[in-house]
């Protein structure tokens, strides 16, 4: 199943199970307890750090086993910024511990896309070079100082499945070292240029404020 989401910093493809938390319905007896949104330290769009290597988040998740945050597959990988096909790079294994802003304790990395591709032997093209998603669990005790929804827009409201069309109007918040954390450069708008790669991606254009 190929899940197209509104990312944050970006637009992201994901084989995955898992939705967005704010997305999913679990009983009320399983359902976390999130902190209020106005001062969660965790949220889409925070800075995270994997081996020396910082990426953007993109949306929380939640299962029955957990609270997850996701950031690019390509963030663990250790062949260098020209190493982009997740079939052939090379990439830090699942239980690597990952930094996550405003969290007490580090993350592991229990999804990466380009780890489980290599393990099936994955040889579609457009899979192989756009299929870019991990997620880290959350230790419990941050999980109380997490809330998944996209600060500044709000959201996310659905799931995207059929892809972006050119001019559909995409909405990103995102921090990084090289807007030197400041957060009023953090929420960006533009438009879809369209998609590629068989639907896996999905070209923007956004303004920066």
Not at 85 to 111: D, F, H, I, R, W
Not at 178 to 207: E, Y
Request: aromatic fraction near 8%; glycine fraction near 12%; charge should be negative.
């Amino acid at each position: 199943m190929k899940l197209v989401k509104f990312a944050v910093g970006a637009l992201l493809c994901a084989p995955m199970a898992l939705v967005p938390a704010a997305l999913s319905a679990p009983s009320a007896a399983s359902a976390p307890t999130w902190a209020p949104a106005a001062t969660a330290a965790i949220h889409p769009g925070v800075q995270m750090f994997t081996n020396g290597s910082q990426c953007t988040a993109n949306f929380i998740y939640t299962d029955a086993s957990g609270t997850y945050i996701g950031q690019a597959a390509h963030c663990s990988g250790t062949g260098g910024n020209t190493a982009t096909n997740g079939c052939t790079s090379g990439t830090l294994p699942v239980g690597t511990p990952v930094e996550v802003t405003g969290a007490t304790k580090p993350g592991v990395m229990v999804y990466n896309s380009w780890a489980t591709m290599q393990s099936l032997h994955e040889a579609d093209a457009n899979t192989c070079q756009y299929n870019d998603l991990a997620l880290v669990k959350l230790d419990p005790v941050d999980v109380l100082n997490t809330n998944p929804s996209v600060p500044s827009w709000g959201g996310p409201v659905g799931l995207n499945t059929t892809g972006l069309s050119f001019g559909d109007s995409i909405y990103s918040y995102g921090n990084s070292e090289l807007r030197f954390g400041i957060t009023a450069l953090s929420p960006k708008s533009g438009v879809s240029t369209g998609d590629d790669g068989d639907g896996w991606s999905h070209g923007t254009n956004f303004t920066n404020p």
